[in-house]
């Protein structure tokens, strides 16, 4: 039995992809300037890690 929802997202992902010529390069870059246009937040994984990394540890003098 086929459903017609993954069906669906199996070929958006297809014809995203093909968009970008299956450069997952030129994905990401087109995805970052819109993302950099966009008035929402972007929260960086590295920007996460540095706040979290001096959690739970005691600095020794």
Do not use: C, W
């Amino acid at each position: 039995m086929k459903d017609k929802i993954i069906d669906d997202i199996h070929k958006t992902r297809e014809d995203i992809a093909k968009e970008f010529d299956y450069n997952i390069r030129k994905l990401l870059e087109a995805s970052r300037k819109k993302q950099s246009k966009s008035d929402h937040p972007v929260v960086s994984l590295q920007t996460a890690r540095q706040k979290s990394a001096g959690r739970g540890t005691k600095k020794v003098a």
